[in-house]
């Protein structure tokens, strides 16, 4: 699998292309999706899914300008969420004064246990409920995104729809995973699980941001 990352929005989401054979998912469509579209079109992906690690508005922003350019793509996004989904807009704008047009409804949903399949290989989803109900990370061969689950260095927060008692169960959970995993978070810089199993003050100690 080939792995793009797109910085996208207002709060800088990491929007990832990711690719194997000549099929393509999209994860956290976050803002302008245009950079991403064009790589899309010149290197002839077929789109095939559009996933949202969770529904705060940062990470389906972009979803959809994805659905008017590649129609078949399927929305996907875990059932938890949805209310979120359909709050987008109110808090874009309630937050950063944002306007941006209602998200399109989801194609379906996954859930703990669902693989995806793309050329060939597959996408695990896995249920990380924490900063929101329906957070999901999603694993690939060698690679979590984990989306506002887990950053480097720190975790997502909990008071925008989530719980910090299932935030440190999921952060249990990832923990569990091996050392060598690529980290792909939903902002900032990638990291290795490894690392942030031994640095990362949220996952050495009991403590929740």
């Avoid at 797109?6 to 956290?28: H, Q, R, W």
């Amino acid at each position: 699998m080939i792995v793009k990352n797109f910085i996208t929005g207002p709060l800088a989401t990491n929007s990832y292309l990711v690719i194997a054979g000549k099929e393509g998912v999209i994860i956290d469509a976050g803002g302008d999706m245009s950079e991403l579209i064009q790589t899309v079109r010149k290197e002839k992906i077929n789109i095939r899914y559009i996933i949202a690690t969770h529904g705060h508005f940062d990470h389906i922003m972009g979803v959809n300008q994805i659905k008017r350019d590649f129609p078949s793509s399927t929305f996907l996004i875990n059932e938890k969420d949805l209310g979120l989904l359909k709050r987008a807009s109110s808090m874009a704008q309630s937050f950063l004064n944002l306007l941006i047009s209602d998200v399109t409804k989801p194609d379906g949903f996954v859930k703990e246990g669902d693989e995806i399949e793309l050329g060939g290989e597959k996408l695990k989803i896995i249920e990380t409920p924490g900063h929101t109900m329906g957070s999901i990370c999603i694993i690939a061969n060698g690679y979590i995104f984990t989306g506002d689950t887990l950053f480097y260095g720190t975790v997502g927060r909990t008071d925008l729809g989530g719980s910090e008692k299932l935030l440190r169960e999921s952060l249990e959970k990832l923990k569990k995973l091996p050392d060598e995993i690529i980290v792909y978070p939903g902002h900032g810089p990638f990291t290795v699980l490894g690392y942030e199993k031994v640095k990362n003050p949220f996952l050495t100690m009991d403590i929740l941001p």
